[in-house]
């Protein structure tokens, strides 16, 4: 991901998305300030001279929360509770299944612990919305089977 970013391959390829997966995102938010530090310069970086921004018009964190997703497998209540900092459109919810340590066969109660006090919108764009825009997924042909299978079908809403 750093290499994408300060190598300008976002810039070049700005409809690229980038998913970080099954490493979760509590790193993100130190990570992209860190990069921001380094891109508007600092004693550390004064050596360097433009080398950070030369190819790069847009901060670091531009180009994170244009083109990165981060797939937080077993999301933790921390990294819900930094959903602002790291971007609530940047993160999406996986129960990391079928791996012993995912959420199954106990993934409804992982949601609703997990989203217990997470505003509506906010937790459909994380559960599902968030990766339906990045793989381009068509949200109308998927609505039977959301019917049938998602979380209000089983009681969570």
């Not at 602002?84 to 066969?105: A, F, Q, S």
């Not at 906010?122 to 959301?146: H, N, S």
Request: a negative charge.
């Amino acid at each position: 991901m750093w290499h994408l970013i300060w190598g300008g391959v976002f810039e070049r390829f700005p409809e690229m998305r980038f998913c970080v997966t099954e490493n979760g995102a509590w790193w993100v938010p130190e990570m992209v300030q860190r990069m921001d530090m380094k891109y508007e310069g600092s004693h550390a970086t004064e050596r360097f001279g433009d080398a950070f921004t030369r190819h790069l018009p847009l901060k670091p964190s531009e180009y994170f929360a244009r083109n990165v997703r981060i797939g937080a497998s077993v999301m933790a209540r921390k990294e819900v509770a930094l959903r602002h900092e790291i971007g609530v459109g940047v993160l999406m919810w996986g129960n990391d299944y079928p791996h012993h340590e995912g959420t199954w066969p106990h993934t409804v109660e992982a949601m609703e612990s997990t989203f217990v006090d997470v505003p509506e919108d906010e937790a459909r764009a994380m559960v599902g919305l968030t990766a339906a825009e990045t793989y381009r997924l068509d949200l109308d042909a998927l609505a039977p089977i959301v019917e049938r299978v998602g979380p209000a079908s089983v009681g969570v809403t």
